[in-house]
């Protein structure tokens, strides 16, 4: 049950074993547990580490345990500056990146030779290239739709060319968010892409917007947080198979348009999971929201909801009551 807090079920099961007998030696505790002493001395070693077994300082020959209330809300301080400086590596790991794709990017305009990436600046140029490769597609197009609920101008302005390419008979595949399923307007065209022939499902969360066609060229925004600023096109076959894979990855985990997944009593829905997933990440409320396709003030209401339901103090420990109750799964060693 401590494995979250770096604990392993031998090591839990020798600090719980000096708890109940705290005058045992290794010997006893090997008869307690019904394990060698090998395990033991390994398991007491783990703790020992950890801080939370050390030798008594009246008796050498006596082992004193810290008390399972210092001992836990040390395990969560240590967990927590874990967490933080895995989020620090994270950060640096996004800078890098960032300045990995600018450098790319200068080289790309400096270099005719570069191939593989087009770059599209600005909300007028995805459009238009976006109708060019409209016309192009012959068999199949695949889409993410995040956002959520989608504005009357895009659903305007999507309606002829998805019809068109239905009416051609290319095969179409579009995952929406969930929240879309709150917005009447928005339903109301997902159930008509689904009447024309096109495959809809939906899904918590999504990556990025992203468009890959005839499995020959994909289109991403290069802002995930405002999508009409720019975006890439992606023609390299090693990339698209990897966005593909993607694509069939979470195609497999959303839920159909036509049925409206509900929870076992008791248990969470599949957007309160993914704002609890996000919540344990330390995201803020409005990464929450933009994730989510719902607004600052919803996902400031389900946060709130999910800390009630779970009676967490902190959304660090939000998320490791979660992880105890089952509702995420433990991160792996």
Same mark, same amino acid.
């Given at each position: 049950?401590?494995?979250?807090?770096?604990?392993?079920?031998?090591?839990?099961?020798?600090?719980?074993?000096?708890?109940?007998?705290?005058?045992?030696?290794?010997?006893?505790?090997?008869?307690?547990?019904?394990?060698?002493?090998?395990?033991?001395?390994?398991?007491?070693?783990?703790?020992?580490?950890?801080?939370?077994?050390?030798?008594?300082?009246?008796?050498?020959?006596?082992?004193?345990?810290?008390?399972?209330?210092?001992?836990?809300?040390?395990?969560?301080?240590?967990?927590?500056?874990?967490?933080?400086?895995?989020?620090?590596?994270?950060?640096?790991?996004?800078?890098?990146?960032?300045?990995?794709?600018?450098?790319?990017?200068?080289?790309?305009?400096?270099?005719?030779?570069?191939?593989?990436?087009?770059?599209?600046?600005?909300?007028?140029?995805?459009?238009?290239?976006?109708?060019?490769?409209?016309?192009?597609?012959?068999?199949?197009?695949?889409?993410?739709?995040?956002?959520?609920?989608?504005?009357?101008?895009?659903?305007?302005?999507?309606?002829?060319?998805?019809?068109?390419?239905?009416?051609?008979?290319?095969?179409?595949?579009? *995952?929406?968010?969930?929240?879309?399923?709150?917005?009447?307007?928005?339903?109301?065209?997902?159930?008509?892409?689904?009447?024309?022939?096109?495959?809809?499902?939906?899904?918590?969360?999504?990556?990025?917007?992203? *468009?890959?066609?005839?499995?020959?060229?994909?289109?991403?925004?290069?802002?995930?947080?405002?999508?009409?600023?720019?975006?890439?096109?992606?023609?390299?076959?090693?990339?698209?198979?990897?966005?593909?894979?993607?694509?069939?990855?979470?195609?497999?985990?959303?839920?159909?348009?036509?049925?409206?997944?509900?929870?076992?009593?008791?248990?969470?829905?599949?957007?309160?999971?993914?704002?609890?997933?996000?919540?344990?990440?330390?995201?803020?409320?409005?990464?929450?929201?933009?994730?989510?396709?719902?607004?600052?003030?919803?996902?400031?209401?389900?946060?709130?909801?999910?800390?009630?339901?779970?009676?967490?103090?902190?959304?660090?420990?939000?998320?490791?009551?979660?992880?105890?109750?089952?509702?995420?799964?433990?991160?792996?060693?």
């Amino acid at each position: 049950m401590l494995d979250v807090l770096g604990l392993d079920d031998v090591a839990e099961s020798v600090y719980k074993a000096i708890l109940a007998h705290p005058q045992s030696g290794v010997t006893e505790l090997c008869a307690h547990l019904g394990r060698c002493e090998q395990e033991v001395r390994t398991a007491l070693d783990r703790l020992s580490e950890m801080a939370l077994v050390r030798v008594s300082t009246e008796d050498s020959t006596q082992l004193h345990v810290v008390s399972p209330h210092v001992a836990m809300e040390y395990l969560l301080a240590r967990q927590q500056a874990e967490i933080a400086e895995h989020q620090k590596r994270l950060e640096a790991s996004r800078a890098a990146a960032a300045k990995l794709i600018i450098e790319f990017d200068g080289r790309r305009r400096t270099d005719p030779s570069a191939s593989g990436v087009q770059y599209l600046e600005g909300l007028d140029a995805i459009r238009d290239h976006l109708s060019a490769l409209h016309n192009r597609v012959a068999d199949e197009l695949l889409a993410f739709a995040p956002g959520g609920p989608q504005t009357p101008a895009n659903m305007r302005a999507s309606r002829p060319l998805n019809q068109q390419l239905l009416e051609r008979g290319v095969r179409m595949r579009t *995952i929406y968010l969930e929240s879309i399923r709150s917005c009447p307007d928005t339903m109301e065209y997902a159930n008509w892409l689904a009447q024309q022939g096109c495959q809809v499902r939906t899904i918590p969360s999504l990556p990025n917007r992203m *468009i890959i066609y005839d499995r020959k060229a994909a289109i991403l925004a290069t802002d995930t947080d405002n999508t009409a600023a720019g975006a890439v096109e992606v023609t390299s076959q090693g990339m698209i198979a990897s966005l593909h894979a993607l694509f069939e990855s979470v195609w497999q985990s959303a839920d159909p348009l036509e049925t409206k997944p509900k929870p076992d009593p008791g248990s969470l829905t599949r957007q309160q999971s993914e704002a609890l997933r996000l919540l344990a990440q330390g995201s803020t409320d409005e990464a929450i929201a933009k994730r989510l396709g719902v607004s600052p003030r919803t996902a400031r209401r389900i946060a709130n909801g999910l800390m009630t339901q779970l009676d967490a103090r902190s959304r660090f420990q939000a998320g490791v009551l979660a992880v105890q109750r089952g509702h995420l799964p433990a991160s792996p060693e």
